[in-house]
């Protein structure tokens, strides 16, 4: 377990922020002041936990997040698309087939049971970030982070 100073559950919190806040752009410069920590430093400490940048995990959320709601919810993948953060439905297709070797349209045609399976195996890669939360305990504050920043690198999916 972090100690709650540590640099670790300074970096967690604002993975939790971004976990909680998945579907709206951000700005990294006020999450790496969050953790008093350079964006550079926060970057490199981000990748030394999901082995990705902030944004990348931002986009591996929401890509693991569509399936489920393609699944369980009657509307078109355009719609999962926006409410997931994505600006457009290219851009969600786009990722999509990229992380999942097919457009997210073609799911749906497929019958529900290859459907589920498809979903939990989805649900498994997941587990690595439902993991990193439980372990370090802490559930994300819902804080107003780079809403009224100009600077910086931001995320708009």
């Given amino acids: ?8 559950s300074r970096v967690q919190r604002a993975l939790d922020w971004i976990r909680a806040h998945y579907d709206e752009s951000f700005r990294v410069d006020p999450l790496a002041a ?19 940048t902030p944004i990348q995990h931002q ?3 929401r890509l693991l997040k569509a399936p489920r709601l393609m699944l ?20 969600l297709s786009r990722e999509y087939a ?10 749906r ?23 990193l939360s439980a372990t370090l305990g802490r559930k994300a504050p819902r804080a107003e982070i780079g809403s ?4 910086g690198r931001s995320a708009s999916g």
Avoid at 1 to 8: E, K, W, Y
Avoid at 35 to 46: E, K, P
């Fill in 59 to 61: 986009k591996r959320l």
């Fill in 148 to 151: 009224s920043s100009n600077s």
């Fill in 1 to 8: 377990m972090a100690r709650p100073d540590s640099r670790l």
């Fill in 109 to 131: 045609r497929r019958p529900m049971g290859e459907r589920r399976r498809f979903f939990f195996q989805v649900q498994d890669w997941g587990k690595d970030f439902a993991d």
């Fill in 98 to 107: 990229r992380m999942f070797g097919m457009p997210p349209g073609s799911r």
């Fill in 34 to 52: 969050m953790t008093g920590m350079s964006v550079a430093v926060f970057y490199r400490h981000v990748r030394a936990i999901t082995a990705m």
């Fill in 72 to 91: 369980f919810e009657p509307r078109d993948a355009a719609a999962i698309g926006f409410s997931v953060g994505y600006e457009s439905a290219s851009q």
